[in-house]
């Protein structure tokens, strides 16, 4: 069975603004499927004050509080991550699925650990991504020059854990003289960063990501896009009746008009 969401009618015009709320994809007795806005975090994080899903979930469903496993901020203080089965980062859009029910929690996070989800982002990144399509299969580690960011390259520290990136090119071209490419990523496992991280392993890092592209930010065009270019498009898993849901976030307005500029 497919639960897929109206593109054309949910698109919509991206401000600069973050929305004022997640949109809802699909909802029943054991999930909520949302498009999580750009700037929104997933949960609680000590350091912002940005909007928070998990706040917004527990609004609409006081019930589910408590609902799967407590985190932890570096600094040992407890995290509220009522419903969350995985995450996105606050600058990455999409689709995002929160569990009603512990037992719902239980069986779609099985689900993620056995890599039994197919996932699928839509990015924009610097430069000509020449390979139509590809696999980048490079362990993560933390950055040795930064303890904010993970890194796939040589000189990476810590516990190297495996990372998997299928990647096809939708487009490729030029804008204002400058080259850029827009892909699908498919990743194979779920590491921190790691689509950000891979791309920039590959010196394909994604437009205006300022934690693993500054250096291209400042001197790039950047496709006149204002936001990190990196939107959770597609997740497909089973439910607990069994049946197999797709569920679609829209593609940003913004990425369709700035991969309009590149098209050759």
Sequence with gaps: MNSESD????????????PTEPMILFEDDDVL???KP????????????????VE???????SAAGVGEPGYSPQGVELDRSGVVHRLDRETSGVLILAK???????????????NVHKEYRAL???????????????????????????AERGAKGQLREAITDFERIGVGEFQDEPFSYVKLMPKTGRTHQLRVHLRAIDRPIVMDGLYAAHKIERSNNLGLERLALHAHVLELALR?????????PVPLAFEQAADRIAE
């Design 101 to 115: 029910t512990q037992a719902a929690y239980q069986q779609l996070k099985q689900q993620f650990k056995d890599h």
């Design 241 to 249: 009746s069994g049946e197999t849901h797709r569920f679609i976030a």
């Design 38 to 53: 750009y700037g929104w975090l997933t949960h609680e994080d000590t350091k912002t004050s940005a909007p928070t899903v």
């Design 7 to 18: 593109e054309k009618g949910n698109k919509g015009k991206e401000t600069g603004a973050a």
């Design 56 to 62: 917004w979930f527990l609004s609409r469903l006081p």
């Design 125 to 151: 990144v610097y430069g000509r991504l020449n390979d139509r399509w590809g696999t980048i299969n490079r362990p993560i580690g933390r950055s040795a020059k930064d303890s904010r960011r993970r890194s």
């Design 33 to 35: 499927v949302i498009n």
